[in-house]
């Protein structure tokens, strides 16, 4: 079954860091652009982040630019994003996505970060 | 950015009825416009592709089209379980923006 599973939400302090884990099963990892999109409670879909195939090309959102680092380990099949120095405004619930022919067509089940004293 | 505007942000309708959702990119997107249903407390799940390429599983009353910049997607014949939302995305532009979105509520 051609699965994604986040992992590595919860509650975060201002100003802290927390890293979320996606892990993928059930196809080729290597071959796949991957994506994270972001939530926030009510609220709509936000794209976050993108890392290629192999993991040498990476881009942002503006409003995260310098604090999520998006990495990958192929041989693990394994996507993650690194948060530091969160703000309030990044608690959301985090999707984890592939894509195929230029849309996200698996997506994880989603984790919840939540930024509060 | 490219901004995409999705309209109506939500609708009302009955099972059986026929409902159209529109976006609009601020700039040429050709076709790399897709659409996404989420049902509450879930995961998006892909519809629409290339503007108008059904996904495989997807039921066949849904439907996309356009190109440029005027996009729809039309769902005929309203299911019980297509009450959800409903959002575009461009693929065309860094960042991948999303429409606003859409919400289908049962009349």
């Known amino acids: 079954e051609v699965q994604l599973v986040e992992s590595g939400g919860g509650l975060v302090q201002p100003g802290g860091s927390v890293r979320l884990s996606c892990a993928a099963s059930?196809?080729?990892?290597?071959?796949?652009?991957m994506h994270w999109v972001r939530q926030a409670p009510g609220k709509g879909l936000v794209w976050v982040s993108r890392i290629s195939y192999d993991g040498t090309a990476t881009t942002y959102t503006e409003s995260v630019k310098g604090r999520l680092t998006v990495s990958r380990d192929n041989a693990k099949n394994m996507l993650f994003l690194q948060m530091d120095s969160v703000r309030v405004e990044d608690s959301a619930v985090y999707y984890c996505a592939r894509e195929s022919l230029n849309a996200f067509d698996i997506w994880g089940q989603g984790t919840m970060v939540t930024v509060s004293p | 950015d490219n901004q995409i505007t999705q309209s109506p942000s939500s609708l009302s309708a009955s099972v059986g009825e026929s409902v159209t959702i529109t976006c609009r990119a601020s700039?040429?997107?050709?076709?790399?416009l897709n659409w996404y249903q989420q049902r509450p407390g879930k995961a998006p799940r892909l519809l629409i592709y290339a503007a108008s390429s059904l996904q495989s599983g997807v039921p066949l009353r849904f439907s996309g089209s356009g190109s440029g910049t005027d996009f729809t997607l039309t769902i005929s014949s309203l299911q019980p379980e297509d009450f959800a939302t409903y959002y575009c995305q461009q693929t065309y532009n860094i960042p991948r923006t999303f429409g606003q979105g859409t919400k289908v509520e049962i009349k």
């Open positions: 059930g196809f080729t990892f290597t071959t796949h652009w």
């Open positions: 700039q040429s997107i050709f076709s790399y």
